[in-house]
């Protein structure tokens, strides 16, 4: 039996479908449990740029006047210490950008240990007599909160973090390049594949590090969305929804970005 795939919506019907669910949004929103609306998360974010600004304007200030300071200075005098680092308070979009470079140094450590490691285990598999998928079965069912719970006692610095990281993802994976690896007859396209079975890691390096840098208690976007969390506030709440879409724009423009280098990756 011929399954029909689900019609999509058509373009025009697109703009007027996202208003009418942000109204019915905005709307359920005065209903318990009180979850804040578009209206309340479009300022947030207004404020949350706002907020960003004024750091960066204090940090221009401040070695402007340092500078300023020097420039001043008689020649006689004794000379003035190097310019000292300005003490910048994190932002939120600092801490987004702090998360984002975790997630791709995470990433880039289980790729590059798992690509080599999954392409010799199909290799010889013959050898060791079972197939890849027999041998990491065991693995998968590690969750990724076992990746953020293990290791919470310990002082929360980056390597520790790229730890979880590594621990959540290197075992999918290792079953994503290995399964890329023994399909790539008919996928016709080795590096494609690869990318293709890296797609669920990179999902999960966002999870792993969210939670870590929730229960490490380190800077970041998990702990800006935990420490919003703790706030009984309305506009605190809203604040934490913000980071939580941040990680999952930023998860799914890395996603398309994989996409797209799987599309580009040369032929055989």
Same mark, same amino acid.
């Given at each position: 039996m011929k399954i029909t795939p689900p019609a999509r919506l058509a373009p025009r019907w697109?703009?007027?479908?996202?208003?009418?669910?942000?109204?019915?949004w905005q709307g359920l929103a005065s209903l318990p449990p009180h979850l804040p609306g578009p209206l309340q998360l479009g300022g947030q974010l207004v404020q949350l740029l706002k907020e960003h600004k004024a750091e960066q304007d204090r940090e221009r200030t401040f070695y402007q006047a340092e500078l300023q300071q020097r420039l001043e200075q008689d020649a006689d005098a004794d000379p003035l210490p190097l310019l000292p680092a300005f003490e910048r308070t994190p932002t939120f979009f600092d801490q987004l950008l702090l998360?984002?470079?975790r997630v791709l140094a995470g990433f880039a450590l289980t790729a590059l240990l798992a690509v080599p490691? !999954? +392409?010799l285990l199909v290799r010889g598999h013959r050898r060791i007599g079972a197939r890849p998928g027999m041998l990491l079965s065991w693995l998968l069912p590690l969750p990724p909160v076992l990746a953020a719970l293990l290791l919470s006692p310990l002082p929360g610095g980056t390597s520790m973090l790229l730890g979880c990281i590594l621990l959540g993802c290197l075992a999918p994976a290792l079953y994503g390049v290995a399964r890329a690896a023994r399909g790539r007859a008919s996928a016709g396209n080795?590096?494609?594949?690869?990318?293709q079975g890296l797609r669920l890691p990179l999902a999960l390096a966002w999870l792993v590090l969210l939670l870590a840098e929730m229960a490490l208690q380190s800077q970041g976007l998990g702990h800006f969305i935990l420490t919003e969390l703790g706030q009984d506030d309305q506009d605190a709440r809203a604040r934490a929804l913000? !980071? +939580?879409g941040g990680a999952l724009l930023a998860a799914l423009l890395l996603d398309r970005l994989l996409l797209g280098l799987g599309q580009v990756a040369p032929r055989p």
């Open positions: 697109c703009l007027p479908a996202a208003l009418l669910a942000l109204v019915l998360s984002l470079q490691a !999954g +392409l080795l590096a494609q594949a690869l990318l913000l !980071g +939580l």
